[in-house]
C-alpha cells in the first residue's frame, strides 16, 4: 500500500489500509485513518488527525506551520473528519495558539489551490470551488458552496447553504441560506439552487422566503426585523438564521453582516 519512494517518519500511526504514492512525505505525529489514500508528492506535517476514507491528491500540504507572524512554535494541531477530497496543491496550516486546532468535518470538497489557513473551522458538506484563500479564524458552516478564486477575510463566518459567486470579496459574515456576489460583495437572494439540491420541502422555502423579505426588503432596521422573526422561531431554519444574525451585529468580535443588494436590483425571491 506504501510505494517505496515515499518518506514516512516511524512515529507516524497509518491504518494498514492506507494507500502512500510515490515521493510522498508524511512526518511524525501524523495519525492516518483506514481507507484513506495520500497522493504523489502529498505532504502531511504533525500534529495531525485524518479521518478514513479521505482522498488526500498530488501535491497536498496538510498540517504545516501556520503562515502567521505570531505564531512562536507552540504545539497546535489539524483534526480531519471523514470522506474528504483535497485536490491538487490544497494547504491546510495548523493553528496559531498552543493547544489550538484547524478543524475539516466530514464529506467536504476542497478543489486544487485552496488554502485553509489556521485556526479555521470547516463544517460537513461544503465545496469549495479551485484558487479559493481562506484566511485565519474563519468559520464555513455545512452545505455552504464557494465559487471559485475569492478570498474571505479572517474571522468572517459562512453561514450554512451559503452560496458564494466566484471572485467575489468576502468581508463580513454571511448569513446561512444566502446567495452573494460581487466586489463590494452584497447579498443578492435566497439560496434557491441549494434548497432544491438539499430537497428543502415547500414549507420550508416559503418561510424562509417570509424571513428574506422581513430582513431585507421591508423597511426595517436589522434589530427591528429580528424582532418580527420571533414568531417564525418555531421554525429551525429561521431560528438559525435569527441567532446568527444576532451573534453577527452584536458580538464585538464579529465583523458584522454582508449587505443587501441595492434598492431595485434584481432579485430571485
Do not use: W
Not at 29 to 56: F, L, M, R, W, Y
Not at 129 to 146: C, D, P, Q, R, T
Not at 227 to 254: C, G, K, T
Request: overall charge positive.
Amino acid at each position: 500500500m506504501i510505494h517505496p519512494t515515499a518518506i514516512i517518519d516511524p512515529r507516524a500511526e497509518l491504518d494498514p489500509t492506507v494507500k502512500v504514492g510515490p515521493y510522498a512525505v508524511i512526518g511524525a505525529e501524523v495519525k492516518i485513518g483506514a481507507g484513506t489514500v495520500v497522493g504523489s508528492h502529498a505532504i502531511i506535517e504533525g500534529p495531525i488527525e485524518i479521518g478514513c476514507d479521505n482522498q488526500i491528491y498530488p501535491g497536498a500540504a496538510l498540517g504545516l506551520p501556520p503562515q502567521d507572524l505570531k505564531y512562536k512554535g507552540a504545539k497546535s494541531y489539524v483534526v480531519i473528519g471523514d470522506r474528504n477530497i483535497f485536490r491538487e496543491y490544497v494547504t491546510v496550516n495548523r493553528a496559531t495558539g498552543e493547544g489550538e486546532k484547524t478543524i475539516i468535518g466530514n464529506d467536504n470538497l476542497l478543489m486544487a489551490y485552496v488554502h485553509i489557513a489556521h485556526n479555521c473551522i470547516l463544517g460537513d458538506g461544503i465545496v469549495i470551488a479551485n484558487g479559493v484563500s481562506l484566511a485565519g479564524h474563519v468559520e464555513v458552516e455545512s452545505k455552504a458552496v464557494i465559487g471559485g478564486v475569492l478570498g474571505i477575510h479572517q474571522f468572517v463566518r459562512i453561514g450554512t447553504m451559503a452560496m458564494l459567486g466566484g471572485m467575489s470579496r468576502i468581508d463580513r459574515d454571511v448569513p446561512p441560506y444566502m446567495l452573494v456576489e460581487g466586489n463590494p460583495c452584497h447579498i443578492r437572494s435566497l439560496n434557491m439552487v441549494g434548497f432544491k439540491r438539499n430537497k428543502f420541502t415547500r414549507e420550508q422555502i416559503e418561510v424562509l422566503k417570509k424571513a428574506y423579505k422581513i430582513l431585507y426588503k421591508s423597511g426595517l432596521t436589522i434589530r427591528e426585523a429580528l424582532a418580527q422573526l420571533e414568531p417564525l422561531q418555531m421554525y429551525p431554519e429561521v431560528r438559525h438564521l435569527r441567532e446568527f444574525i444576532h451573534s453577527s451585529i452584536n458580538d464585538p468580535n464579529r465583523r458584522g453582516l454582508i449587505n443587501p443588494q441595492r434598492r431595485g436590483s434584481k432579485d430571485e425571491v
